[in-house]
């Protein structure tokens, strides 16, 4: 039970040393990326990579604070232990292995994500419902000029439109086209 207890906190070492490793590739990769960041076609390279920074470094500091913690209660575990170990101390050392590996798998990736910019993805819901109202919304309500022949409010083409203080409104024919 002791060499599974080691072999987890061996890979909860590994994902760290994975991020610390990242880091430094990212930091020393940037030097390029960074370059594209002058041209207004490339730069969306560059911000990609700011925020890939920012995601690693948001991971990092959740890795290093969930390791820590992690930490102080294997050493409580460790000092609670005596020269006669039983099988209860085992497993509760076990137990308190596998959840550290658990959370500093799922925990660091969210946080990351939301940094990121993964909004309700990185919660891990998906597209949710009020994204959704509030998509319908704005696709409804907006008043496109071109489309309906007028630019200003208050200016009249012959279609009636949300634009010219008309009944119709934009949600209501997108309901009508469905």
Known sequence: MATIVITILALIAANM?????????????????????????TSDIAISYFKTVLNIGVQLMTMVLLVG??????????????????????????????????????IPPMIGHIAQGGGTHALGNGFG????????????????GRQYGCHRRGQY?????SCDGGSETGLTKLIQRL
């Open 129 to 144: 419902a009020g994204s959704a109202v509030a998509a319908v919304g704005q696709l409804g309500g907006h008043c496109n």
């Open 17 to 41: 040393l994975i991020l610390l490793v990242s880091g430094w590739i990212l930091a020393y990769a940037g030097v390029f990326y960074l370059g594209f960041g002058g041209c207004r076609w």
């Open 69 to 106: 913690i992690g930490q102080q209660f294997i050493n409580a575990y460790y000092a609670q232990m005596d020269v006669n170990m039983n099988l209860n101390d085992m497993a509760a050392m076990l137990v308190a292995a596998v959840v550290l590996l658990v959370l500093v798998n799922k």
């Open 157 to 161: 083409s012959g279609r009636r439109s």
